[in-house]
Structure formats: C-alpha cells, structure tokens
C-alpha cells in the first residue's frame, strides 16, 4: 500500500481523530498514487496514524477511512454502513417519519458519503474522489443491508469541483418511481422531487425544528421565509396558524409548497404563497407596517467557509434586523444559518446585533439544531453546520 509521511508535529490532528489532513502537512508522499487510493499516514517518524483515501487535487489532500491497521475492502463498509444505520433505528423514526438520513459522511465515519432514505428510495451523494472509487461496492451494500432495490444517484454538488470530480447524476438500481414521489414526515405528507430538487431533494435536517414550529405556531400570523417546497408552512398550518404567507425566489419551489398544503388537506384559505427576494420584501412589508407573529428565516448558506462569514454576518444581520421589525409584540422569530463557516456564538451574537439595531427586546427562548439523523462526530465539529434561534420578543 503506498504511503504519505506526515511533517513532524502534523500527526496532531490526527491523533485527536479529526479526519483530515491537509496538503501543507505532508512531508512526502510515494509517487503515482492514483484518485481515490487507499494509502497509509506515517508520522514523520515513519509510525503509522491511520488510512485514508488519497485525493490528489484537494487541499484535503487525505480522508480518513479508519485509525485501525485494517483493510479497506467490501467488509469494512459493510461494518460501517450496518452501524451507521443501526443508529438510525434507535430514533424510531419509521413510526411516523420514512424520510431521514442514512448516512452522513465524516459523522459516520464514512468521508464523503451521504446517503438519505426517501420512502423507498434510496438518494446518493458521493463528494470526494474515496466514496467514488469505491462507489459501486458501496451501492450494492447499501441495497443488501437496507433490503431495497432503488438507489438514485444525486452527485452534483458543487465540492465535487474541489475534488476534480465531474457531476454525476442518474439511476443506478431498480426502477426511478413517478416525480415528485409522497414521503411521510411526523405524520405530514411532502411531495419530493430527488431527481431535480435541492441536495438530495428535501431538507431533512430541519424534520424536529419544523415540528417545534407545529407546536408554537397555533393561532399565529406566520412568515415562512426562504421556505422552499413548505416544510415549515405545511407544519405551521397543521399546527393551526391562522394565517401562513410563505415566501420563496423559486417558483417551482412555490409550486411544491401549494401542493404539499394541499396534499395534507391543510385550510389552503390561510395560504399564501409570494414568489420574490426575501431581502426586498421584508423591505416591502417594513414600508407597508405590517406585523407578523412568529418569522421563519431559513436561508441558503451564505458562508460555507469562515473566509466568507464577514460577508454573510451582514446578510444575516439583514434579514433578522428586518424580522424583528415584523414582528409583534409577544412574537417569535425563529432563524436558522446553515453557513459552515458562523458558529453557533457568532450568529447568536449576529442576531443580538440585529434585535439592538432594530430597537426591540428579545431572548433567546431555545436554541435549535440539525435533526438526530445528522449527527456531529466528536472529533469533527465541522458536521454541525445548522444553528437555530426561537427568539422572543419581548
Ligand atoms: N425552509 C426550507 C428550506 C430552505 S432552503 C425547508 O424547510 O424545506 C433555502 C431556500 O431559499 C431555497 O428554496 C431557495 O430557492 C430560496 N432562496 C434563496 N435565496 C433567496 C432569496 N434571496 N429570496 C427568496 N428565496 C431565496
């Protein structure tokens, strides 16, 4: 097996199980290692550390499969994959829920690999060059510890780029079902389209906190901001909100969300959808005086590293200035960042800068995460990237 050796000191990160190593810590590296290979990380003292999939064009030049001298063969994912979705099972999510996240990369160990379980179906994203070269292998394990027969391939986020990987996109196994297809959430029904959506389709790790707004939001006026197919407006209005307005800047994201109310047989007389730009509306509803009482800020991710959290801390800064505005008295804004690179203390600070600009009084009444499905590794926090705030304004 071909191997890296490690600058002195660099071995570090690695003894503390975080699963990356960077191309500035490798000292030498044996040549013509391809894409994707299993290699072996020495020390600079030539002891070994871990083994990695090699990713020649990455600044993460190594992942790490295991910090064991063990091999890297079908039963070492099969093992990874059995435990991985045993932990799903502990959450009893099959009652009500068919939908979740199976497998979530470098939070179970499995760098690269995501894998979310729509009803039947099962949606794939391989982001680096390690869960590609063994790819196959790990579509066919998928299918004989899950007992399903359809993998669909969703291959095409941006990263790929970084790890010089083309996008791919297509069926794999079995037999694509009708789009949208009808997946169950907390006893709510959603129309999923896995082919064309965002991600993998559907925004899984919201699943607790848009049951968290079922709970809070009865006889409320509520503001769906960002709300894409309406998974926060389909449970605002189980929850019997008097009156949902879900704003969105795609149209056949609005589309979705019309159907989704629908479909649950939702009062569709307290809906309403508004295509636009969340920046300028709530520009627009500021100027008209009006008020809501609870705001749903769910935005794409401004910043997926910390080099671009300056400029989506004014982003952030934006849009919860103008919520607070909105909002009444007693009200609740509950606002999310999904930005890889804003911890959790920065965009509490965010949206404390923005409640003093807006001239209210708030406290924070909960905070919120990403659902059990998509859990954080101990050693790579990096996997905790959705901060939630219920705020109440006082
Ligand atoms: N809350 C949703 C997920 C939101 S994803 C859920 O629970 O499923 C972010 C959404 O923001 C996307 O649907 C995208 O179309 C929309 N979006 C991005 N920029 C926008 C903008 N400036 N104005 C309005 N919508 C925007």
Redesign the pocket.
Known sequence: MPSIILKAGREKSLLRRHPWIFSGAIQDADGNIASGETVDLLSSDRQFLARAAYSPSSQIRARVWTFEEEPIDKEFFRKRIRIAIQSREVWGLRRDTDSYRLIYAESDNLPGLIVDRYGDVLVLQSLTTGSEAWKETIVDLLLEETGLVTLYERSDADVRELEGLQPQVGLLRGVLPQLPTTIHENNLIFNVNFAAG?KTG??LD?RRN?LRVRKLAKDKDVL?????????SVNALSGAAQSVLS????SD?LGLCRENVSLNQLPIDSHTVLE??????LRKFRDERRSFDMI?L???KFAPTAAQAEKAARGYKDINLLAFKLLRPGGLLVT?SCSGGVDAGLFQKIVAGAALDAGVNAQIVEPLSQAEDHPVALHFPEGAYLKGLVCLRT
């Open positions: 965002h559907f925004y919201q848009r769906d901001c960002f709300c894409y197919t309406g998974g926060f704003v969105d800047s795609s994201a636009g730009d969340v920046f300028h509306l749903i769910d935005p794409p999310f």
